[in-house]
């Protein structure tokens, strides 16, 4: 039986803290691991799996999955709760790895932007051009049009430099200054250049959102997937537990540790910023809402960033039809680092602290204070699964094979600037 999942149906599970599944021995738990999203979970598994540890695996939420959470709604529509997540990589070995756990479905995202009354592709590519300004230019003069209106910057640094670079800044105020400003709460001068360098600009008709290898979604979705993941006698499972709490409670050897960075210092040298979102879930009585899974409201004149329509992204045929509205905001849960010098900056002092903090490891995208995707996650902790292996006196080799992958696991940094195309 499946027990780890009281958020299963929408809705919000049991507020007390769950069970222990399964007994933690007479010497405590291998590895206690915070956070059961893609960071925790794939650490609990390769642990168990890969080199037999016992493993206590916490959420404070009532799931598992993290913010890759997917559930079916009252209306039976299969739902993200944290918004969009779209899977892609470019990696053989993470598609490899999690294709262990699930059954895939081929998608791939498209994305319209409300720009002028219209919508058009986002990524700018030579639809949006000619649509936006009535013409019929092949590939050659589209990049002639961009090239002539694209702004001459001397060092690309930030995410406003990066786009007039390109485009010039009549596309950057109609796509991307006030979808940014509304995002971030912050200009795109204030913000690194790696933020808006994830959108690339295209002179063909390509109108996917993303130019990976691999681009398919879970075929029964996430939460299923992370089930088929964690369902192992030596990984149990602690749900609206915190870490706080559970620390108190239960003894374990090392410590995975994948919340707030600066949390777990008390916020020693002051709180690291991220940039939180507020989600409005819909289910309209019509069978389809918009033409494609996202649309973007670049326009300051609405609160939200985009609206999602699930059923592009999971295939789902339905009556009905369930979308998500994005809202920024500063407060709330924690969902994107705000990449920008300062912040860089102060992460580097936690930075310092976690590495001299013996038996935990930082990992994911709030403990690493990486704006990264599912995909850079989960090398990211295959990464470190390898490390902790060889650690351990297992061969390099022999670290590889158990983390069930050919190649050796990528190293982190160089993805956290990766652009999508
Ligand atoms: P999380 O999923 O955040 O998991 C961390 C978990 O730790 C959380 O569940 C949290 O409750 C728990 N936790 C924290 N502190 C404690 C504590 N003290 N005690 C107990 N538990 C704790 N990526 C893509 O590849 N494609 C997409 O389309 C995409 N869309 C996204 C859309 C949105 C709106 C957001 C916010 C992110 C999106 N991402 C996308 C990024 C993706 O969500 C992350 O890369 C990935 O989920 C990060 O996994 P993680 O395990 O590092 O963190
Ligand atoms: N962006 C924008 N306009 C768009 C799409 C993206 O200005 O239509 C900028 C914005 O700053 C956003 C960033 O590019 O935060 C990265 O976009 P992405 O779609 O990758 O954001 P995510 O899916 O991670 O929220």
Same mark, same amino acid.
């Given at each position: 039986m499946?027990d780890?999942?009281?958020g =299963?149906?929408?809705g919000?599970?049991p507020?007390?803290?769950?069970y222990?599944r399964?007994?933690?021995?007479p010497?405590g ?5 915070v ?5 925790g979970?794939v ?7 890969g $080199?037999?540890?016992?493993?206590l !695996?916490?959420d ?10 997917d559930?079916?709604?009252d ?10 997540h779209?899977?892609h %990589?470019?990696?053989q ?7 262990r756990? %699930?059954k895939?479905?081929p998608y ?5 932007a409300?720009v002028?009354a219209?919508?058009?592709?986002i990524?700018?590519n030579r ?5 936006l300004?009535g013409l019929? *230019?092949d590939?050659?003069?589209?990049? %002639?049009?961009?090239?002539d ?5 001397a060092?690309?640094? %930030?995410?406003e ?5 390109a485009v ?6 109609k796509?991307f200054r006030?979808?940014?400003?509304k =995002?971030?709460? !912050?200009d795109?001068s204030?913000?690194?250049?790696t933020v808006?360098?994830r959108?690339?600009t ?11 290898s691999f =681009?398919n979604?879970?075929?029964?979705g996430y939460?299923?997937m992370f089930?088929?993941m964690?369902?192992h006698?030596?990984?149990t499972?602690m749900?609206?537990a915190?870490?706080r709490d559970v620390?108190?409670?239960?003894q374990?050897r ?7 960075v600066?949390?777990y210092?008390?916020?020693r ?5 991220y940039?939180s979102l507020t989600f409005r879930?819909?289910t ?9 899974g ?10 939200y960033?985009r609206?999602?329509e699930?059923?592009h992204?999971t295939?789902?045929?339905?009556p009905k039809?369930? *979308?998500? #509205?994005e809202?920024?905001?500063a407060?709330?849960?924690p #969902?994107y680092?705000?990449p920008?010098?300062?912040?860089a ?5 936690y =930075? ?17 204070y ?5 995909d850079q996650?989960?090398g990211?902790? $295959?990464?470190?699964?390898?490390r902790?292996?060889k650690a351990?006196g297992t061969t ?6 158990l983390?069930?992958?050919g ?10 600037v990766?652009?999508k195309?």
């Open positions: 499946r780890f999942n009281p =299963q149906g929408g919000q599970g507020s007390a803290p769950a222990v399964r007994p933690e021995g010497a738990f291998d590895y206690l691991i956070g059961a999203g893609f960071a979970s650490l609990a598994e390769r642990l168990a799996v $080199l037999g540890k016992r493993v !695996l916490i404070r939420r009532p799931h598992i999955g993290g913010n890759a959470y559930h079916h709604n209306d039976g529509l299969l739902i993200h709760r944290y918004g969009p779209i899977f %990589t470019n990696s070995q993470v598609a490899d790895y999690l294709s756990f %699930t895939w479905r791939e995202h498209r994305v319209l409300s002028d219209q919508f058009v592709p990524p700018i639809t949006t051009v000619n649509r300004y019929d *230019l590939e050659a003069g589209v990049a %002639t049009f961009l090239k209106r694209a702004e001459p910057v060092e690309v640094r %930030t995410s430099d990066v786009v007039v670079g010039g800044r009549e596309l950057y105020e796509f006030g979808y940014t400003r =995002q971030w709460g !912050l795109p204030e913000l690194d250049k808006t360098a959108v690339p295209r002179t063909n008709d390509d109108d996917r959102y993303f130019g990976d =681009q979604m879970p075929l029964h939460t299923r089930e088929n964690l369902d006698p030596n990984i499972i749900l609206n915190d870490f620390a108190r409670e239960v374990y090392n410590l995975i540790y994948s919340g707030p600066d949390e210092f008390d916020h040298f002051g709180k690291l910023p940039r879930h819909e309209v009585d019509q069978e389809w809402f918009q033409a494609v996202v649309v973007n409201y670049p326009g300051e004149d609405v609160p960033t609206i999602t699930y059923k992204l295939g789902q045929t339905h039809t369930s *979308l998500t #509205y809202f920024p905001s407060v709330g849960d #969902y680092p705000v920008k010098p300062e912040n900056e102060l992460y580097r002092k =930075q310092e602290l976690a590495d001299a903090t013996p038996n935990v490891h930082f990992v994911g995208r709030l403990a690493t990486r704006y990264y995707n599912m996650v989960v990211q902790a $295959l990464a470190l699964f390898a902790i292996a351990e390099a080799e022999a670290a590889r094979a983390s069930g992958v190649a050796p696991a990528p190293a982190a940094a160089p993805m956290a990766a652009p195309a």
